[in-house]
């Protein structure tokens, strides 16, 4: 919980991941072109307070993620989203075991999301299932420009995606989390355009599509479907921490999502580890728009307390202590 100025924002940081992007971890070039691309969004966005060395950022363990959001952090609870990468890392990017220990240890203040990748056809399917029953998945990060053989990527409205969210569907996996935002080398960056959103949220009204990233650089493009598509939900992953090096463009990227999307399907996301969450909730709480900037109103209390952990909390089920809940006037 972060308190100020006598308010409790309830923090849920919807979007953390452990990996394992270590040499040894690493099954090609690709490995480290990617871990490498990861550090300079990390390097170029951070205060300089706040910056890793290399060798830690590769790998960083439980240990240290649980102190970084919960401790240090001030995350109430923090919900992984894990990317497998399977043709650049031996044992995947995103530590799977590791990660659901940590959630079954600290029962409450964790969600395991999961993955799947539709090319891997009927055989993915019931592994979905059996992921399904072991994880208690309530949602999946999908990553649509991941490798697999000769391709580079699959889209949202392929037909074996819809076989996969049909069965999401019946499993009843509502959360469906898609990278859709800037492109990490070597991956391609129009495997991450967001227009097969569009298809999918109208043909499964009954899930929910958060897009990860809020689809930049297409935040245009985003908008405009999301605007339609009342189950399309923003991710503030990599557009926030752009409050430290570049705040009017960040006042841009909340104001326009503010205007198309209104403030209760907006998410935060402190995208762990490319940044730690301790910043970014106090600098979101301290930002306003600058006052020229006079087409966007400023944000007020009751937003960021949505945006910072109420939505993702209604959407995931989570318990809210009353002194962090809205009145009822702030929530209608």
């Known amino acids: 919980m972060y308190r ?84 650049f890392y031996r044992t995947g990017f995103g ?20 993955y799947f990748d539709p090319r891997f056809e009927e055989a993915g399917l019931d592994r979905l299932r059996e992921d399904a029953a072991r994880f208690g998945l309530q949602g999946v990060k999908l990553y649509t420009a991941e490798w697999k053989g000769d391709s580079r990527g699959y889209k949202l409205d392929d037909p074996w995606t819809y076989r996969y969210l049909e069965t999401c569907r019946e499993l009843g996996i509502r959360n469906i989390h898609i990278h859709k935002g800037p492109t990490i080398r070597p991956l391609d960056r129009d495997a991450f355009d967001v227009a097969d ?44 921490p752009f409050m430290h090096t570049r705040p009017r463009y960040f006042a841009q990227i909340i104001g326009e999502l503010l205007y198309w999307l209104g403030e209760d399907r907006i998410q935060f996301s402190s995208d762990y580890a490319l940044w730690t969450p301790r910043w970014l909730v106090e600098r979101f709480v301290d930002f306003r728009i600058p006052a020229d900037m006079d087409e966007y109103p400023q944000l007020t209390v009751a937003q960021k307390k949505k945006i910072l952990g109420l939505n993702a909390a209604a959407m995931y089920g989570i318990d809210v202590p009353a002194e962090c809940r809205l009145p009822e006037e702030a929530v209608a």
């Open 197 to 240: 959103v569009d298809k999918a949220a109208t043909d499964f009204t009954d899930l929910n599509f958060v897009v990860e990233h809020c689809g930049l650089p297409r935040l245009e493009d985003f908008c405009w479907i999301a605007t339609q598509e009342p189950n399309v939900h923003a991710g503030l992953a990599v557009a926030i």
């Open 4 to 87: 100020k100025d006598g308010e409790n924002y309830f923090i849920v940081d919807a979007h953390v991941a452990l990996w394992d992007a270590r040499p040894e971890n690493q099954r090609n070039i690709h490995g480290k072109q990617f871990i490498d691309c990861f550090y300079d969004y990390h390097r170029n966005l951070s205060p300089e307070s706040e910056l890793w060395p290399y060798e830690d950022y590769l790998y960083y363990g439980g240990e240290r993620l649980m102190k970084d959001l919960f401790v240090d952090g001030y995350v109430d609870h923090a919900i992984f989203q894990p990317a497998r990468l399977g043709a």
């Open 95 to 114: 530590q799977t075991e590791e990660a659901f220990a940590l959630t079954r240890k600290h029962h409450g203040k964790l969600t395991y999301n999961h």
